[in-house]
């Protein structure tokens, strides 16, 4: 079912490293590509987002790369502090229907 | 309220047991999303709604599970005959039309005991 796969599961970095969390889908459909935020007993939260028209968007310190012909995208954490540490989500959808998810990354940024 | 509220929080529910977990959109989103997290993994899509109608239904795990909408705002997932491996968080999110920042509540945790 998992048609958004997601690596590393887990990853440490120092505060002040990049922190580089990596997807990949199947379905071409797929126009909206975003990364969620999440934090222990809370729902996710929308990071950032791109589509499929530009290869890069960054806002602040995060940065999506986005590769359609490899159906692949990413998201740099520049400058990792340790309030970043959480679990990240990318997921894909179509407009307006369902998002799906991959399976997360758990980011520890050590002080 | 300003976001997305989901109650209960947690409920504990005896294997066999019906439940209904209730969620609050954003007002005047017209999407409306649940989701099942298990532990560690990320949110599985379950069901769609657009206003009252759900579109989309295809994650739902088994007939034991039910969802509705029926006056286009205030949505409830009902789950029958609660079994262990229905023990998860459940998300419910909500967008407006024609946009895709979806907004998630804090979720409802069901253990099945």
């Known amino acids: 079912q998992q048609q958004v796969k997601q690596s590393p599961q887990s990853l440490i970095v120092q505060k002040g490293g990049i922190s580089i969390i990596n997807c990949a889908y199947e379905?071409?459909?797929?126009?909206?590509f975003p990364w969620y935020q999440q934090f222990p007993g809370k729902g996710p939260a929308l990071l950032i987002a791109?589509?499929?028209?530009?290869s890069e968007k960054k806002e602040g310190r995060f940065t999506i790369s986005f590769n359609k012909s490899a159906k692949q995208f990413s998201l740099h954490i520049m400058d990792s502090q340790p309030g970043d540490s959480a679990t990240y989500f990318c997921a894909a959808s179509r407009l307006n229907n369902d998002m799906r998810f991959g399976a997360g990354t758990r980011l520890t940024v050590k002080p | 309220g300003a976001g997305v509220s989901q109650s209960p929080r947690y409920k504990v529910a005896k294997r066999g047991q019906d439940v209904a977990l209730r969620c609050d959109p954003i007002?005047?989103?017209?999407?409306l999303f649940w989701y099942q997290q298990a532990l560690g993994q990320g949110p599985e899509f379950l069901t769609y709604f657009q206003n009252e109608a759900q579109l989309d239904k295809s994650g739902l795990p088994s007939d034991r599970f039910f969802a509705e909408r029926p006056e286009g705002s205030v949505s409830t997932l009902k789950i029958q005959r609660t079994q262990q491996e229905d023990s998860a968080v459940y998300l419910c999110a909500s967008s407006l039309l024609g946009t895709t920042e979806a907004f998630f509540g804090q979720g409802t945790r069901l253990t099945v005991v």
């Open positions: 379905n071409t459909a797929f126009d909206y």
């Open positions: 791109i589509r499929p028209d530009v």
């Open positions: 007002s005047g989103h017209v999407s």
